[in-house]
């Protein structure tokens, strides 16, 4: 299919002023106000960290996991597993790209935890009952529900739970359930590190999965540099704010 150039949308950087609100939409508050930030969700919350500098990077913990990478104004292609992206640009700034590592269960493991399986009556419970033991007692958990995402890319690749016993317990899944998201994390971070040669020396992190301190405590534990939490939590809102701010 031959589709002329004219018919695409032009490119604008993510800090400028588009337009105004038109009269008559229903807001008049809003009628006016110009529009003039445009973010994508990761990358809104990669600006709303304050991820400035090449290097710096964000994990978001929602319904999958997000994690991405400043990398500076020239684009770094990906030889393991990760989307080479464009992060923001400015203005008249030059561009800054970054690389992103995407998966696709991480809340949404705790959900299936509380519809699927019941053992949980809410999502907060699982750090509850996580608590009650020292360790996963050997139990792991691959929550690929619908494969395995960056940076492996198995379609056809299931959930497991592997090395139960007789011994095992609800604490002992709600404790292994936490720890696959931090498990996945350090895949992404590690294939991070690997494409652009960069050692994190911390991790800033944000949604709802921050609110769990346990998971956080063993996520900078596996990774081995410190988890930055946000005073503000809404950072995807921030950062889009930030650069209609700068426009």
């Given amino acids: 299919v031959s589709l002329p150039i004219s ?14 609100c038109a009269k008559g939409f229903g807001e008049t508050a809003l009628e006016g106000t110009p529009i003039a930030g445009i973010l994508g969700d990761q990358q809104a919350a990669l600006f709303g960290q304050g991820a400035f500098s090449p290097g710096s990077a ?15 104004t020239t684009a770094t292609p990906s030889t393991h597993g990760l989307l080479t992206t464009v992060g923001y640009k400015i203005g008249e700034e030059e561009t800054v790209y970054a690389l992103e590592g995407s998966v696709s269960h991480s809340g949404s493991t705790i959900q299936w935890l509380r519809d699927q399986l019941q053992i ?4 907060p419970e ?32 299931r959930a497991c739970i592997v090395g139960m016993t007789a011994s095992h317990n609800k604490n002992h899944f709600c404790r292994a359930a936490l720890e696959a998201t931090a498990y996945q994390t350090k895949d992404v ?49 921030l950062g889009a704010a930030f650069a209609a701010g700068l426009a």
């Avoid at 018919?7 to 105004?20: K, N």
């Avoid at 792991?140 to 494969?147: E, R």
């Avoid at 949604?207 to 063993?218: D, E």
């Fill in 7 to 20: 018919a695409l949308p032009e490119i604008m950087s993510s800090s400028q002023v588009y337009g105004q």
């Fill in 120 to 123: 949980i009556e809410s999502a």
């Fill in 189 to 237: 971070f590690d294939a991070i590190d690997r494409d652009s040669h960069v050692s994190l020396k911390e991790m800033r992190v944000d949604g709802g999965g921050t609110a769990n301190a346990l998971m956080m405590q063993f996520q900078a534990d596996v990774i081995g540099v410190p988890v930055v939490k946000p005073v503000v939590k809404e950072t995807t809102a």
């Fill in 58 to 72: 964000k994990n978001t913990y929602g319904t999958g996991l997000f994690l991405m990478m400043n990398t500076g």
């Fill in 126 to 157: 699982v750090e509850m009952y996580a608590r009650k033991v020292d360790s996963n007692d050997g139990l792991y958990f691959v929550p690929a529900f619908a494969g395995l995402f960056a940076p492996y890319w198995r379609s056809d690749a």
